[in-house]
């Protein structure tokens, strides 16, 4: 059973940063590929930032140049750094897991319950 758990949400002013964590435990032997979507009110979930296995980044056009996808020391864990953070970044943040590259597409198999993340003006 893979668990997905995602920290770090909170809220702050237009401008500011966070920096959301997340682990996708259970497995010992596989290396996940992981990314990261959102969900606003009222709108459809969208991928935001993913990772492969080499490290390489894929970002949606409406962060790239703000935020930034890294792998942590630790087997199976990505960080999400976000900066200059608008008030339309508002929305609850998903990581999501999956031993396919789905890049920013939402067909990852294990998702985490989601954190919320609002960005006041």
């Known amino acids: 059973q893979v668990q997905v758990v995602e920290t770090g949400g909170g809220s702050v002013q237009a401008g500011g940063s966070l920096r959301l964590s997340c682990v996708a435990s259970g497995s010992t032997s596989t290396n996940y590929y992981m990314g990261w979507f959102r969900q606003a009110r009222g709108k459809e979930r969208e991928g935001v930032a993913a990772i492969d296995d080499t490290g390489s980044p894929t970002y949606a056009d409406s962060v790239k140049g703000r935020f930034t996808i890294s792998e942590g020391n630790a087997k199976n864990t990505v960080y999400l750094q976000m900066n200059r953070l608008k008030p339309t970044d508002t929305a609850i943040y998903y990581c999501?897991?999956?031993?396919?590259?789905?890049?920013?597409?939402?067909?990852?198999?294990?998702w985490g319950q989601g954190t919320q993340v609002t960005v006041a003006s």
């Open positions: 999501a897991a999956d031993s396919w590259a789905y890049e920013l597409n939402p067909y990852y198999k294990y």
